[in-house]
Every structure is written in C-alpha cells, then in structure tokens.
C-alpha cells in the first residue's frame, strides 16, 4: 500500500478533440480505472477503451448536441481512494456518470458515496452478485450467467464429480465459491468431493496445492478445477500446471477470471485446451466484432492488442447509456436511470444485450477452450440469460429480488413482501 | 531551544509552556486552522472548501497524531518502531465493527418493524451477520463481534486493544533486550503478522474487504456528509491539539530526560539504577494507545479500512515523516507528516501540471516517488535533523 | 490443424478396420444421409446424446464413418446452416474455406468463415467418440497411437473394453506397451469382470499399487451410499452402521426420516415463525399478544398452544425424535453387492495407506524443501550484508527484482531460452554488483556508524527503485520462461514430484553456499572481510583497506541477490513489487538463523520452509494462515533466543 496516495485529490482531466459543429456545453464521463498499483494490469486498458468510445461519440455528434468529456483519475488499486475519488467526481467535477472499478472491493468501497450523493456509475467486471444498488448498473457477469452455466458444463459435459474451487483471498471468489458449493451440493456431489482453497493476491507457492489437486483423482471420480484465482497468481499457477503436465483431459480448469489480456502475458501452449467462461470472446467470429477490435487497433496503435469481455462490456454498458441519455432528453441520474430499463444493444458475440429492471443485463454465456496462440475457442454459447441479483442457492438470498421499475427496490424479500433496504451492503 | 531543554531539567522543574515555547505557537495556529476550514467549508461556512477537502485535511490530522506519538517513540526514545501503523489499523478496526454493526442494524429494525410478528434479538443479529459477513461467503457473527453493537465498550476497544498489544509485544521485546535495528525488524514482523492475519477471512473482520461504509454514522444517516466531515475535523483536531499537549508534557521534565538518555546511551542509564525496560514499555503502549486513537478517528472520515492500511510499508513511511519533519521535536513530525503526505496527494493525484521538457515529459505521477526516495536519502545524509532543524536554526539566530 | 499424411493413413486403416462388429459388407447408404438422421446431435454435439449418434453410425456402417469420426473429434467438420448439411474443409486466404464433400472428397464451394458453423466438439463428447475409436486404435500399427488407446481406455474404462483390450493384448509385440495394456486389463477386471474369482485375483494384482489410476479403480468399487431401514435387508453389503447421536446427528437422522415421509417434519426456526404469522389473529397469537412474540421461547409456546388446538402440525418434542429415529438402523452399503470383492479392495486399498503417506511426505518434504531454498537465495545476499557487516539494506528486494528484470531483458534480446539463461546469470551478478557498489560509495559509506539511519536511507532507494521500475517496464508482470529442459518435472510416482525448476533452484542454492563457504573461508578476500568486520581498525593497521573490502563485500551481496532474482523469476512472476515481497521475510531468515553466519542462515531457511509446509499441512484450505503463524512463531523465537540458532561466540559475535 501507499500511504501518501490515499490522499490524492486532484483529478487528471483529459480534454479531448472537439467534434464537429457542437453547441458550448459538455456532458462529464468519469472513468474510475487504476493506473497504477496492482489492478493496472487489468484497468489501464478499461480506461483506454472508454476514451475510445467517447472519441467515437464526439465523432458521430456528441449526445444532445453537447460534447462528451472524459475525466480520468487514478485511484491506484487502493481501495480508500476509489471512495475519495468517486465524491470528487461526483461534487467537484461534478460528472454526469462514472464507468469504473474492477475488483469488488473497490466497488463496495464505492457504493456507499454514490447512494448518499445519487450517482450514476457503470461496472463492467464479473462479480459475485448479492447486490443491486439503485445507482450501479451491471455490465458483467453475475454467477448465474458465468459461473453456474460453466459449473453444468463440467456435470453435464465433462462429467466432473469431484470439485476443487481454487480462488484469490477476496470477496468474488469467497461469494461464487459459497454459491457454487450451495449449487453443487444441490446437484448432488457429495460433501467430501468439493476442496475449497483460498490463496493470497500474488501468491507463487504452487506446487503443493497442485499437487493435491492432482491426489484428488485417487479418490475415483473424474476431478474439475474451478478457479477464481486473480491477477498476477495465475501466471505462477499456471506454470505449475503445466510443469506438472497436467492435461487438459485428465484434470480440466475453467477460469471466470482468465481472459485473453491475462493469457498474453503467458506460454499457453503447454495450456491447450483448459477452460475459461466469459459473456465475450476476442475469437467471436461476428462482423460486430471485426469492427470493434478495428476500432480498437486503430485507437491504441498497436496491432497486437487483445479485447476482452469487460471491455464488451463498457461497450455495451456505454451505448446503452447514450441510448438512455437520449430518450430522456436529459443527463439526470434518475431519468436516466427509468430509460436504461429495458434498453437493449447488440452484443458483439450476436443477439442482443438487454438492460433488466434489477440492473444486471441479459447475456449469451460462452465457454471457450484455451488455444495454442492465447485465443479461446468458443465450444458453447447459450441463448441471452438474465443476470440474477440474489442468488436462489444461498439460504440467506433465496427469498430476495430486485426490481426497480415495479418494487422500486434492490433486496425484496419476496415471502414477508416488503423491501429490506434501499441502500446497499458494504 | 536545545539549549533551554538541556539546562532546564536539572535546575529546577519549570513550567510545560516554558519549557516548550512551540506549544503555545502550535496551539495558536491549530486553532486558526480550524477556525479557518469551519468558516471555509460547506457545512458551516461558505463553502470554498468542498467535503473531499475537509475530509483530506481532518485525515492528515490524524496521520500527524500518529506522526507525533511516532517522534515521541523514535525521536525522543530511540526506538525505532517499524509497527506503529499496526496500533493505527487496530483503532479504527475497532471503531469500524461498531460503525458498521450499529449501522446494519438500524437499517434491519427498520425493515423488520413492519413484520406481523416482532423479530428476536436472535433474528436481528442473524440479519445483521448475513448482511455484513455475505462478502465472505459466511451468515454467521464471529465471536469478536458479540459486543459489537455497544459504543461504549468498542470505544474502550480502541484504547485497550493496541495498548495490551504494545504491553506484551514491548514487554517481550525489551525483556529480552532486543534493541536497534533487531528491534525495528521485530516491529515489522508484528505488524506483517497482523495484516497477514486480518488478510484471512477466518479472523472474522471480513478479510481483504476490510469495513467499509464507514462514513455513514449510526444514529446521524440522515445528516450530510458535508456536516459530519466538520464533526470529524473538529474532533481531529481537538485530538492532535491535546495529544500535542500530551506529548509535550510527557517529554519535559525528569520523565524526558531519562528517556532522551536511553536514547543515547542505554546501558548507562541503566547502571545510573534507573528501570530502562519500564520507561521504554510506558512510552511504547502510552504512543500505541495514541496511534490507536488516531486511527478511530481517521478511519471514519477514509469510509473503509482494510489489512492493507497496516502493511510494513505504512508504518515505514510514518518514520520517512518524522525523519523528513526533524526528529526529537514535536512539531518537526506533525510539519512532516502534512507536508509529505499532502505533496504526495498532490502530485499522484495529477492535480499537479506536467513538465514538458521538450525531449521527455515529467509526470509527476510517476516521477514522485523516484524523487521523494531520493530525497529522503539526501535528508538521511546531510540535514539528519530535518525541516525542524531549519526552524532551530532560525529561531537560534533571532 | 490437418497433418494430410497422417490424416490418409489413418483413414486408410480407419476403412479397413471399421466396423468390427458386422462381419457384413458395407451399406450402401452415404454417410451425409446417416448424418441427416440426427442431424442436431451432430451439429451440436453433447456428451448426453454423443452415444446415440455413434450407436446409429454404427448401424448404418456408411463409407468413411471412421474418417468422419476422427476428424469430427478434431473440429474438422462444418455445417452450412441453409441446408444443414456436413462437410470437411480446406483453409484458403482471408477467412475462406472450400467445402468438402463428405461421400465423394470433392469440393463443394467456396464460403466464407461465417456462412458456416465450424462444428466444435467439446473435450467430453471428444472422449466419447475416442472411446468409440479405441477398438482399432489398439491395432494401429503407430506404437505412440497404440498407447494412447490404452490412455484412453484407462481414462474412462467399460466393461465392453475388457474383451477387446485381450484380444489387442494377446497380439501385441512391443514389451512396454503389452505391459501397460496387461496393467489397463487389470483395472477394468477388478471394476467390470463377470466374475467374483477374477475380480479379487485382479484387485490383488493392484495390491500395493499406490499409483492415482489405481487408487482411483479400488475407490469406485468401495463407493457406498447411506442408507436407512427398520432392519438391514438380506444381501446387503454393509459398509459401516451408523449410531445416532455417536457419529450421525440426530436432527439430521430425523431430517431424513422426514424426508422419506415416515415422521411428521419437525418445523425449525422459520417454519414456526412463519406459522405463527399465519395465525394472528386481533393482535395476538392463539392468545398471546403478538409484541410479546420475539424471544424463542415464546414463541414455542405460542406454537404449542397452536398445536394443542390443531391448526399446526406437532413440534416433536425430544423423546419423540429419539424414539422415531431409534426405530430404524442408519448405515453406509456398498454399491458393489458382491461382499468378496470388497473386502478385497479394501485390503488392497489398506495396504497402500502406509505407503501412500510415505510420499505423500517425501512430496511435503521437497515442496518445504524448495521452499527454503528459494527463502535461502532470497537471503544469503543480504546474510553477507547484515549479517557480515551489520548494514541494514532495505533495497535488497529490489536487487532480487534487479536482477529477475535483467533476465527479462536479456530473454528479450536472446530468443533462445537456454542460452538466455546462461548469459542472464552473470550478467544479473554483474549489475546488481555495480548497482550495490554504487550504493556503498554513495550513501551507506556515510552512515556505517549510525545503523538505524542506514535502514531508512536505504528504504529510500528501495522505493525510488521500485517506481523506476515501473516507469521502465510498466506494472504488468513480465514472464521470465524456463528453458524446456526445465520445465516438467521430476516424478518419483503419482504422488510425490517436484517441478524440474525447483531441483535446479535447489541446487543452485547449493552451489550459492558452498560458494560463499569457500569464498569467506578460503580465499584472501575472505580473510580480509573477516578482518574488517571483527576490528576495522587493527584490520586496517595490518595494510588492509577497509573501504575496498566494504565495497565488495557489499557488491557481492547485492550480486548474489541479483542471481536469486534470475532464479525467482523463473517460478513466480516478475513484477517490481517482488522484491517488497522477500524484504521481510528474508530479514526474518538472517535473523532467525543467528547473524554473520552463513550456516545460520541455512538453517534459518530451512527452519522457515519447513514451519511454513508443516501448517500449510495441517490446514490446507488456508495458505495465508500458515504465513500468519510462521511469521507469529518468528517473533515469539527472536524473544527467546534472540541470537538465533547458531549464535556466535566470542569476539566475532560483536557486541
């Protein structure tokens, strides 16, 4: 950590070139990404694409005939800074709708500033559900639309029996986990068969947990890793893996937190084949696709650049927004907020994303295998399902809802009818 | 003012404010500042400084609290603590489990009052475990969080918890007389230990989320954050100004003789028959009970604490300020500690204009650090007495 | 991708061989005609109906289904969605294909990449359709091919495999391959023989085995399932009985009962809550005032008052959950009925325990092993430079990621991975040695007297190294690949291993101390480093230079931890917090092993490595809770033993 850092105020602001003809005024977008610190891996890129998506905005006339803006700060992977950062934009630059976050921690350490102040904000990673804030939208994927489908992929196509859930020490993984062991029990796996591990972020020790991973397969049922292993610890993980030559057949992973951006650092040859569930793909062979990884290129300048799924995400999440802006007629945050329900935009994988009234998107669930060149193949891809706010699994979420078009409410205990609270968990 | 500090102590006991013409200054200027951000702010005042500001500032008070209990420990002692951040994040954890368990629960009584059938207090705590601990994976309340809904006894917690950690951790150490760099090296571990330990979820303070929503005050959510940002500047205030007071105090004197003598020659004051172990073990629990309360009130006003807040690396900066500000002066740590951590905030927040030298373009957010390492080594190398040295040398020349 | 040669003379044999079942000639029908018949299953393809599609190819018997099989299996068949007809196909540029024929070979069309569905088979229907494969991949006359069959058949075994493996085992030649299938033949009886007397020879073949397949047959035929009856049924393979309240608890035995419908449910918490809340009535509940409803007891009684009067079903009391459960016999049964068999595999699976836990901490032992090895490298630099001269070097970390970043750049520079290694060792040394002799005539010359202060100069450079870092390679984690020749691993059997890399980091560290040993004992400079630090100045009234010995004593130290960088590198991830990573811990490891003693050291990692597995051990799930401890158990041995495990004695202790 970095003690001076939690105080940093000021903000970057990144003007950018005016488009054509446009009347003197500006529509604020804050983008709350870490540049630096340990998610700039992940985020710097995220930042990237949403001055992208503006320029291309500003290109095509701007919205309501005003320019868009993008203000840039940097909350450098601290999660104090994301809260500070998020009221600066909110009541210094005074910005119309923030895109940003990445890890949940920082998402959770936002929420309270954005309910208290009536903010707007987009946040386009998977996550863990068991949230749905009157002022976030969800671009990303929530359990049932990432994880479950992949966990039925290992039952029903792998015919996996025996679970070893592998994850970072942190709220996502800790979440899925107690999700997915709630639905595996269900689904009838035995106690015994599911080993549950956490590791620290970063963490490089591999070879004892690989290796009893790999002694799991003495017990004689055919053995499945899922892994919400995060950041940097999957480069040590999967250099154990491959060391221990472990094949794809014998012992399948399927990653929610490996995508190509994380794989372009990697040999994946020796990783052929192992497993990753996302709502996107790079490889999706789709005319939409071809142009926005175009784009893309052209933007940043470098051929060699990957796209991913939170960057569909802020794509979508972004033109729905702009959408939404339009048929309101106005930037204010809860007539914005009436006009997302409902606003749909093709997704660049086919079919089209729609905005629900709980705040989470309908989306195709796709499962791709890890090719030879850091691509996935897509083996699967479901129709659009809708993301679930409250998990039915969990015994304390099984009776709850959102929906705030109808209930005006994002946790609706839906046996005492009555809605639990307005603002959200931390 | 060396001077008057050296020949004080031996003649005859005079009065604090004498001894210490800087708290008087000090006292002043603190005031005015309050006086200034109240008038200033959008809550009491005008309005030209927003609630991100007031927040920021009334948070460094808080760091040049811990920045002087620090100098006190290291400046005035000769212990080098690498772990006083530890004392720090133990304060506002324990301030935290109350804000965030006395928060959960107005809001579950709330959506539980409209039931046919009143709830059992059994009912409210398992709302309220489900609520905080589902980040976690976990509905039950751990057992550190029985008294958790109680003020009074989390506030008793803020004092006790660092303090008894600083008793036996002191006690260990300098019964075993573990001294300089050994001991600094033993500080880290304790604070790596602890973070490595609230890092787990098992522990029951949720992990790496750490609480948050911190800001949101039980008994006071419907009053804004404009407001209470001055609350918590005034409190902050009022506790650096007495802990300053405090200080001061306990540096002056016999009691402060003796221990700027360990300082210098440990074994010496030892054979002069004095209790080397009992003072360094009362200035160490006395600055970790300050950290502590520092921490309780600085982390209300960051909204969400986390094990990273008591890293090594945190505690090691807290000496980078003190060293910078001028060691073995009061205001030397609480001039450090403001002036590194708001330049730091400055300039990594872009708030700063970039350099364009035509041929490389400086960007302070990636050039701080480079700039302030370095300068702290030129600090270490050639004004070994800081900023506060300066002052000393103006004040001399008058 | 398609290996044309290989591809013929596969299909060629495929023909050949396909089927061996009907003896008869082959049908007439084309096999796009068997296809359209089930047309969606092929299209796409699930493990769940991937057998009834090989079940009518099979009948059908069409030309070329072999072929087709094995190039469906590789993701080599499209479908055009128009028509829904099958084809192969050729790549041709800028995401064209030229449509196959499937009967005839000849091509179709031309289309782009989108016009078509590229049919991707997914890893469980591929082993479906492997398995379908195996028969005649057994008599291939590739060796490599023949092995793979057996894979296959070991990775999910049937019993129809077991006729088919003997007769393919009676004609094998090769020795190696006859054995595995021999070995393969002996898993599938135990599981699937027709017979008890060749079941229990075969478990008693696998007798001792402690290899995972192995375990893995004897497991699945000791499977059981928990059962529950008034008195066991006759012919029931017991695995265990279970006793109430012993080992199975007695709500849940009576959740259970309930569940099957023979005991009324026994409402908890919520279900009388929400009960109660069924029945107010005016206010109150069958007379009690509903405010006065929110402790538990009250609301039991509440509830039992709402018995009594019949609204609500009974709330079993104590003795009546006893009773209902005391009436029947929980227990654990085999699913294999045959009682023979099971206990063999049980003795069979016994007799592996001793064994199985022996590796299991040989494995431990050498994961704890490698550990402390790498603690070791990360710390004998800076055994030399505060152990040896007492200077406190927080940059240290950032020497150990010095020299990982000059690996980096050297393995950008040299593609060849060995080679690169090879250069990138002593060109680590050689940096991170002037970079440490930079430092020593710089800053830490000045404050030799004044240690605390070397702490925080230092800590100084230690961060503006790190952002330099960052702003020279940015903050993604930069891969420093291992050579191929070390990156497997090292199996002794199924259970205990260790990745190549890890040996080759151990002996490193080896080579590190003896090294070092050699250097500090035997050597001139050794002598005189001695010298300077027990007494500067006799040492330097004896014509030795103080200040040239400090500066490469402390050069070497930085130069070691730079090679330890190279060495990190190669099995974590290069990033410029690394070194921040190792900083305490390696201190913890100077200090712990006794300071100024390279031995010390060695034991000091040896003593972490080993404390960090041995809890890792105890609580698997938890890895930060074993760095909490070790970290706890440090603290606790400074205090005790403040000198270390091997303490100096005399002048050379210093103080």
Known sequence: MNKPRLLASAAATALLAAGPALADCTIKVGVLHSLSGSMAISETTLRDVMLM???????????????????????????????????????????????????????????????????????????????????????????????????DYFLEELGVESFALLGTDYVYPRTTNAILEAYLLDAGIDPDDIFVNYTPFGHSDWSTIVSDVVEMGAGGKQVGVISTINGDANVGFYTELAAQGIDSFDLPVVAFSVGEEELSGLDTSRLVGHLAAWNYFMSADTEANDEFIAAWHEFIGDESRV???????????????????????????????????????????????????????????????????????????????????????????????????????????????????????? | MEMSRRTAAPVKRRHLLQDNPSVLWFMGLLGLFTLGVTVLSEGFGIGLISTNLVKILGM?????????????????????????????????????????????EIVIRESLAGSTIPPTEREVSEAVASQIFSVVGSNELPLIWSFAGSLPFQLAMVVLVPGLLALVFGWLAFRSRVTGVYLSILTQAMTLALSLYLFQNDTGLRGNNGLSGLQNIPGALHVPQSVISVWFFWASAFALGAGYLLFAWVVSGKFGSVIRAIRDNEARVRFLGYNVEGYKLFVFTLTAVISGIAGALYYPQAGIINPAEIAPIASIYLAVWVAIGGRGRLYGAVIGAALVSLLSSWLTGGGAPNIDLGFYRIIWTDWWLVMLGLGFVLVTLFFPKGIGGLFDYLVRKQ | MPRPALIATLALCLLVLW??????????????????????????????????VLDVLQEADAPGTAEFLTRWAEREVFERPEDGLFFYARDGADRTLTLIDLDTGEDVAEVTTRDVNQIRVNAGVRREIEGALVTFELLAPDRARRMAAVRTIARSPEADHIPVLESALSEEEDGAVATRMARVLDLLNARFASDSATR????????????????????????????????????????????????LDLVDAYARLADADLVPPRPGRNAIRDALRANVSDGAVAGIPVHRLDTEEARREAYRLLQDEGIVPPLPTQAEMDAAVAQYVFFDAYLEPDADVTTAARAALDSTRTSVGIWQFVSLSLDAL??????????????????????????????????????????????????????????????????????????????????????????????????????????????????????????????????????????????????????????????????????????????????????????????IAGVAGVSIGLVAQVTSEMGANYIVQSFMTVVVGGVGSVFGTLAGATLIGALQKGIEWFNPGNTLAAQTFMVLFIILFIQFRPKGIVALKGRAAGD
Request: hydrophobic letters at 45%; a negative charge; charged letters at 15%.
């Open chain 2, 60 to 104: 460094t008070l808080c760091l040049c609290l811990i920045a002087i209990a620090m100098d006190v420990v290291w400046g005035y002692c000769g212990i080098l603590s690498l772990g006083h951040f530890a004392f720090f994040g133990l304060g506002g954890y324990a301030i935290g489990m109350w804000l965030m368990y006395a928060r959960t």
């Open chain 3, 200 to 247: 229990v020879a075969a478990i008693d073949a696998l007798s001792g085995d402690i290899t995972t397949e192995a375990r893995r047959a004897l497991n699945q035929i000791l499977s059981t399932g928990s059962q529950f009856a008034p008195e066991i049924p006759e012919g029931t393979n017991v695995a265990r009985i279970r006793t109430p309240g012993a080992d």
């Open chain 3, 19 to 52: 089927p061996l079942a009907p003896l008869s000639a082959q049908s007439d029908t084309p096999l796009q005609d068997v296809l359209q018949t089930v047309q969606e299953q092929v299209a796409s393809p699930s493990r769940a109906q991937v057998g009834g």
């Open chain 1, 53 to 151: 998506l503006v320029e291309q905005q500003n290109d095509a006339g701007g919205l309501l005939g005003c320019e868009l803006e993008a203000v840039v700060v940097d909350p450098a992977s601290d999660w104090p800074l994301f809260s500070e950062l998020t009221r600066q934009l909110i009541t210094v630059d005074e910005v119309d709708v923030i895109f940003g976050a990445w890890t949940s921690v920082a998402r959770k350490a936002v929420l309270p500033v954005l309910e208290e102040l009536n903010g707007l904000m987009f946040y386009p990673v998977q996550y863990e559900g068991q949230e749905s804030s009157r002022n976030v939208f969800y671009t990303g994927a929530a359990p049932n639309t990432q994880a479950i489908p992949a966990v």
């Open chain 3, 370 to 559: 490698s550990l402390a090895s790498i603690f070791f490298l990360a710390a004998i630099g800076l055994a030399i430079t505060f152990g040896v001269m007492r200077v406190i070097n927080m940059a240290h970390g950032e020497f150990i990621m010095m020299g990982a970043y000059t690996g980096y750049v050297v393995q950008t520079m040299i593609p060849d991975y060995t080679t690169s290694l090879i250069v990138a060792l002593p060109m680590a040394f050689l940096v991170t040695f002037a970079a440490g002799v930079a430092l020593e005539r710089t800053v830490i010359r000045h404050l030799y007297t004044r240690p605390l202060e070397t702490l925080l100069a230092t800590f100084g450079i230690s961060i503006a190294l790190q952002q330099l870092a960052k702003n020279i390679f940015g903050t993604q984690a930069r891969p420093l690949t291992a050579p191929d020749w070390l990156a497997g691993s090292i199996a002794f059997n199924d259970v205990a291993s260790i990745s190549t890399i890890r040996v080759a980091i151990f002996v490193m560290a080896i080579a590190f101390l003896l090294a070092l040993l050699f250097i500090l004992n035997r050597t001139r400079l050794g002598l005189e480093v001695r010298a300077v630090t027990q007494n500067p100045g006799m040492a330097a009234s004896m014509g030795i230079n103080p200040d040239r010995i400090n500066m490469l004593t402390f050069g070497l130290g930085s130069g």
């Open chain 1, 307 to 426: 796209t991913n799924d939170p960057m569909e995400a802020h794509y979508i999440g972004f033109n729905m927004w702009v959408n939404a802006v339009e048929e309101a007629g106005t930037t204010d945050v809860d007539a914005v907020r009436e006009a997302m329900w409902g606003q749909e935009f093709p997704n660049l994988t086919g079919g089209m994303a729609v905005m629900n009234p709980n705040h989470h998107l309908s989306k195709p669930v796709l499962i791709g295998e890890i090719r030879a060149d850091g691509q996935f193949d897509i083996i699967s891809q479901t129709e659009e399902v809708a993301g679930e706010a409250w998990s039915p699994f969990l015994e304390e979420s099984a009776n709850l809802t959102s929906d705030w078009q109808e209930l005006g409410c994002g946790m609706f205990d839906t046996e005492t009818e009555t809605c639990v609270q307005l603002t959200s968990n931390y």
